[in-house]
């Protein structure tokens, strides 16, 4: 193994805090990793890592060491990648908010990947934060502002965030005809505190209030909720069993709303758009088969909810994002 080839097994060991992750990553046997990492800090004349039963973290000196090799493989690779003209290949990692992602990139995908043949995509799905540099997640897709405090695994490289909004999701409040029938459709906001609503969970026990467009204004309106849900889908399926007043982003309803399965109330006091954003790790280099998924999905997502503000990356500066 050649002195690049063991400082990317040692950068990805970092990341994983694990011989057995990185290695697999790599396509790597465990010995061969372990053996690698023993030359390199023999060669070094220091220990790079401490090792416990449970994980693997960098020493002082590792965490120094960590940092040079993030730095000489990114230039590198950016050298490289400014002769070559090869396709992009190898695994890609995304892990991607569900209904988004098969309403707007899933049925793009035979296109992506026949323009390129030689990228392997894994993809996962979930609204959980995600360290992306310690799961080995290349880029993440999301609704919603990017947040403030994501958890960090203390890799030296979890920390900020990339992030480039691709989108803006009108939203709708709406409810079944049943629940209407039961409890009549709000005139105003004022009348939304005598209503229920299915509640979206939040980290403190509650619930996100519902939000509304007054008098040029936005507001948040507090409505009483019966049942409080995690889920996206659980939250659309309640709303369709007319068990309270629900906001979604208007690509969920649109069918159900065609179909009379759901009913647009407070229509002139809309809520305000969501933002879908793509995320990265700021600082590492972005590799070519992620440069072309981000760009890929930027103008799938363009149009999503009418605003398109998608850019290539080739003129793009990311803004900082402290959180995935």
Not at 51 to 70: F, H, K, S
Not at 113 to 126: F, I, N
Not at 221 to 235: F, G, R, T
Not at 288 to 311: H, K, M, N, Q, Y
Request: proline share 8%; charged share 25%; glycine share 8%.
């Amino acid at each position: 193994m050649d002195r690049f080839e063991a400082m990317r097994l040692f950068t990805r060991i970092v990341e994983r805090r694990s011989f057995t992750k990185a290695a697999a990553d790599l396509s790597l046997p465990r010995s061969t990793a372990t053996e690698a990492v023993q030359q390199l800090e023999a060669r070094l004349g220091v220990r790079l890592l401490q090792r416990t039963t449970r994980a693997v973290a960098p020493t002082l000196d590792g965490e120094a060491y960590y940092r040079r090799c993030l730095t000489l493989l990114d230039e590198l690779d950016e050298t490289e990648n400014a002769f070559r003209r090869a396709s992009p290949r190898g695994e890609l990692r995304v892990d991607v908010q569900g209904a988004l992602a098969r309403r707007f990139l899933l049925p793009g995908l035979p296109d992506f990947l026949a323009a390129y043949p030689e990228l392997r995509l894994r993809m996962t799905e979930g609204d959980r934060l995600v360290d992306l540099v310690a799961e080995g997640v290349d880029c993440v897709l999301r609704i919603g502002a990017p947040a403030d405090g994501a958890p960090s695994s203390g890799t030296p490289s979890s920390g900020a965030m990339a992030h480039r909004r691709v989108a803006l999701l009108s939203e709708v409040t709406c409810a079944a005809p049943a629940y209407v029938e039961r409890h009549g459709a709000p005139a105003s906001p004022a009348d939304l505190p005598r209503h229920r609503m299915i509640g979206f969970s939040r980290p403190d026990g509650g619930w996100h209030p519902l939000e509304v467009t007054e008098n040029g204004a936005v507001r948040q309106v507090q409505v009483p909720a019966d049942i409080v849900v995690s889920s996206a889908e659980s939250s659309l399926a309640m709303g369709l069993l007319g068990l309270g007043l629900i906001q979604v982003p208007r690509y969920r309803a649109e069918e159900h709303l065609a179909s009379g399965a759901l009913v647009e109330v407070l229509a002139s006091h809309p809520p305000t758009p969501t933002p879908v954003h793509l995320l990265w790790p700021r600082d590492r280099q972005l590799s070519p088969r992620t440069r072309v998924f981000i760009d890929w999905a930027a103008e799938r997502l363009a149009g999503a909810g009418g605003d398109r503000v998608s850019r290539r990356l080739s003129s793009y500066h990311p803004s900082p994002c402290p959180t995935t």
